[in-house]
Nanobody
């Protein structure tokens, strides 16, 4: 069965760092585009970072550019999000998503259940 399991969330001080991980199983991970989304209380879900099947030219939301880094390891079927210089505005539930084909015409999409990141002093 298909599974996407996020981990690494928790309480972080402003200016601190966190590493989120997403472990995939049950599908051909290496041919799926991978994306981290987040949803904060009272706000719509937003795209945080997206990485292609090969890991080239990742995309980031403007609000996280220079602070977050997305990466993937196709040999281990994992995708990660390194978050540095965290701000209270980054507080949200973070979700891992897999999509195929990796284009605007995607027909298959899988979601993890999310991991809570809280940035507070």
């Amino acid at each position: 069965q298909v599974q996407l399991v996020e981990s690494g969330g928790g309480l972080v001080q402003p200016g601190g760092s966190a590493l989120l991980s997403c472990a995939a199983s049950g599908f051909a991970f290496s041919v799926y585009a991978m994306t981290w989304y987040r949803q904060a209380p009272g706000k719509e879900r937003e795209l945080v970072a997206r990485i292609s099947t090969t890991g080239t030219t990742p995309n980031y939301a403007e609000s996280v550019k220079g602070r977050f880094t997305i990466s993937r390891d196709n040999a281990k079927d994992t995708v990660a999000l390194q978050m540095n210089n965290l701000k209270p505005e980054d507080t949200a539930v973070y979700y891992c998503n897999a999509a195929w084909p990796p284009s605007d015409k995607e027909v298959v999409s899988y979601w993890g259940q999310g991991t809570q990141v809280t940035v507070s002093s």
